[in-house]
């Protein structure tokens, strides 16, 4: 009777902290969607590096790397976002690459990395900023 009840008690618990997870805020759509660039970067085997994160409406996401003068490569995926949290999660197009999982913060009018990799990001990671509030479309 006593584990019963406990196992009741827990449960309920467990149902409550699960249905306070899916009631997190969702950001606007307006404060995310469009693209975002990077400052340009030192890069050791390129004169300078950009990075371009294009988010849209519909929860797509664009990832690009430019190693100016170099190699630019574009990675696909989806973003989602709560709080002041996003999460980007992009592969390489045409590879059977692991998918590259990205979680940025709101940070005043930038993104910045949450969680990083300092020997791929640096000491100060990655911050982006916001260069046009919506998709661009390409011109008829």
């Known amino acids: 009777m006593i584990y019963r009840r406990l196992s009741m008690i827990l449960l309920a618990g ?18 995310v969607v469009g693209l975002w660039q ?3 970067l030192r890069a050791a085997d390129a004169s300078a590096r950009v990075y371009r994160l294009r988010m849209t ?12 003068g170099k190699a630019t490569t574009a990675e696909r995926g989806t973003w989602d976002g709560a709080d002041s949290l996003v999460r980007v999660v992009v592969r390489a ?8 999982s990205i979680l940025l913060a709101m940070r005043g009018k930038a993104l910045g990395l949450t969680q990083f990799d300092t020997t791929a990001w640096g000491p100060n990671g990655l911050t982006l900023y916001r260069t046009t509030s919506a998709p661009q479309t390409p011109a008829p």
Request: charged share 25%; glycine share 8%.
């Open 57 to 68: 409406g519909d929860g797509m996401a664009e990832f690009v790397s430019e190693f100016v």
């Open 38 to 40: 990077s400052d340009t």
């Open 93 to 100: 197009e045409g590879t059977a690459s692991r998918p590259t």
């Open 14 to 31: 467990f149902a409550a902290a699960c249905s306070q997870q899916d009631k997190k805020p969702r950001l606007a759509l307006s404060a």
